[in-house]
């Protein structure tokens, strides 16, 4: 019942933007915190950044930081990945989590109760 959908990968030059979507159903959206993850090609899926339930707080890892941002609009039941300055190494596939535990302040250790299917971003040089 619980579903994540992912939208808004593609074909990126390097130093190009995009912007990720992820709408949510079958759970009370509002009230979870979310987060963004990526796996790169032949590597561990890792953390991109995650915002609280309201928006009020959000964290990055270091890779990211500065280049992405992470939104929400709860009434849409939608969090997105606003990703400028792309980089060649920010090819991957890119999913949409989101985590009970973590919906009053966001944290690097946000722990996924459900997962999306992910979106494919390429970021050519």
């Known amino acids: 019942q619980v579903q994540l959908v992912e939208s808004g990968g593609g074909l990126v030059q390097a130093g190009g933007s995009l912007r990720l979507s992820c709408v949510a159903s079958?759970?009370?959206?509002?009230?979870?915190?979310t987060g963004w993850f990526r796996q790169q090609p032949g590597k561990e899926r890792e953390f991109v950044g995650a915002?609280?339930?309201?928006?009020?707080?959000?964290v990055y890892a270091d890779p990211v930081k500065g280049r992405f941002t992470i939104s929400r609009d709860n009434a849409k039941n939608t969090v997105y990945l606003q990703m400028n300055m792309l980089e060649p190494e920010d090819t991957a596939v890119y999913y949409c989590?989101?985590?009970?535990?973590?919906?009053?302040?966001?944290?690097?250790?946000?722990?996924?109760?459900?997962w999306g299917q992910g979106t494919q971003v390429t970021v050519s040089s």
């Open positions: 989590a989101v985590d009970y535990r973590s919906r009053w302040i966001a944290t690097i250790h946000f722990q996924p109760d459900y």
């Open positions: 079958g759970i009370t959206f509002s009230i979870y915190g």
């Open positions: 915002i609280n339930f309201n928006g009020g707080s959000a």
